[in-house]
């Protein structure tokens, strides 16, 4: 595996890397990206899209800690918060421990607010509920996701 800061080849078994001490993360459902090259956005929805291993949808990590790493969203729930049992697990004071949740139904992709302390956005507007769409922002504390959709 390639370390996602420093590009550096890591034994697929190590959780840090050897050359910059990054803590990797071994989870199978989640895509590095790499870090050269950043704009505003880490990647277009259109780039992330094509990246091997994104079917469906997709959160890119677009600003804050982990910018640049990819949550590949599977059928179903997925839960988001502070709490270490959640799907994405993000250790950050501004999330909630239960914060949000995706659901992937039908084709489909919504965000539902868990009841969090600072509220779940979606293109900058509060929301309890709503239907994403590739190219939306989702702003989870600190954490500014952008919503892919890819057709590995």
């Given at each position: 595996m390639t370390c996602p800061n420093c590009q550096?080849?890591?034994?697929?078994?190590?959780?840090?890397?050897?050359?910059?001490?990054?803590?990797?993360?071994?989870?199978?459902?989640?895509?590095?990206?790499?870090?050269?090259?950043?704009?505003?956005?880490?990647?277009?929805?259109?780039?992330?899209?094509?990246?091997?291993?994104?079917?469906?949808?997709?959160?890119?990590?677009?600003?804050g800690p982990r910018a640049g790493m990819t949550f590949v969203l599977n059928p179903g729930i997925t839960t988001v918060g502070r709490h270490p049992d959640s799907d994405i697990f993000l250790d950050d004071v501004t999330v909630s421990r239960h914060h949000c949740r995706f659901i992937v139904q039908e084709g489909r992709l919504m965000v539902e607010d868990s009841g969090s302390t600072n509220g779940t956005y979606v293109n900058e507007s509060r929301v309890d509920s709503a239907e994403l769409k590739a190219g939306d922002e989702v702003l989870v504390g600190r954490f500014h996701f952008l919503v892919v959709h890819g057709n590995a």
């Open positions: 550096a080849t890591v034994s697929d078994d190590a959780n840090f890397c050897p050359n910059c001490g990054t803590e990797l993360d071994n989870d199978p459902t989640v895509v590095y990206l790499p870090l050269e090259d950043r704009k505003e956005h880490p990647l277009t929805p259109a780039e992330a899209a094509a990246v091997e291993g994104i079917r469906g949808f997709a959160l890119v990590v677009e600003q």
